[in-house]
């Protein structure tokens, strides 16, 4: 599903759907001149998709006890603090291979 989602976000639904391009306008990561995935687009799929399970109906930086501000700025510290250089790369890699 997270795969989705960031197809989604970034190269749009008929790629997240597997389907052939019905694209009526640019897709996100064309007009930000997005070539790979870095740790921030990882933490906003993960913010997006936690949202899309969440109960709440409209954004907000908190949802009961969980704060998104803080969830994303931990995945990303955590991708960029990360101690293992061959793990962060073999993630970026994948995320590469399944977005573009």
């Known amino acids: 599903i997270f795969v989705k989602v960031m197809c989604h976000i970034f ?40 949202f899309g399970i969440s109960t709440q109906n409209k954004w907000s930086d908190i949802d009961r006890n969980f704060k998104y501000p803080e969830f994303y700025h931990n995945i990303i510290n955590f ?8 793990w962060v790369g073999q993630l970026k890699k994948w995320w590469n291979m399944y977005v573009f």
Do not use: F, K, W
Not at 22 to 28: H, P
């Open 11 to 50: 190269t749009g639904p008929s790629t997240a759907l597997g389907q052939d391009s019905r694209a009526t306008r640019t897709c996100n990561a064309a007009l930000h001149n997005m070539t790979t995935v870095e740790a921030e687009h990882i933490a906003y799929a993960c913010i997006q998709a936690r």
């Open 79 to 86: 991708i960029r603090d990360c101690g293992d250089t061959d």
